[in-house]
């Protein structure tokens, strides 16, 4: 039998600042933070902070941050 593969969430935060950016912030993940001239530039830089911190720890056998577990099923 075939198992699914094992996905993960995590929600972003997200704050407008007086100058016009905006903040978006992983509460799961401590000091992932981004800032964008608008917050969907802002969400896109921090999924890819988030996305190369957790491949960082991945590749240095560290342990994934955040409420998660990350898998891989051969096929």
């Keep these: ?7 993960f969430s995590l929600a ?3 704050y407008p600042e007086e100058d016009g950016r905006w903040l978006a ?10 800032y964008g001239r608008s917050k969907k530039q802002a969400t896109a830089a921090v999924q890819a902070l988030a996305l190369r911190l957790i491949a960082g720890r991945l590749e240095h056998g560290e342990a994934v941050p955040g409420p998660m577990n990350v898998s891989f099923i051969a096929a």
Excluded: F, Q, W, Y
Aim: hydrophobic share 45%; glycine share 10%; charged share 20%.
């Design 1 to 7: 039998m075939e198992k699914a593969p094992v996905g």
């Design 12 to 14: 972003i935060e997200h």
């Design 25 to 34: 912030d992983i509460p799961a993940l401590p000091g992932v933070t981004a």
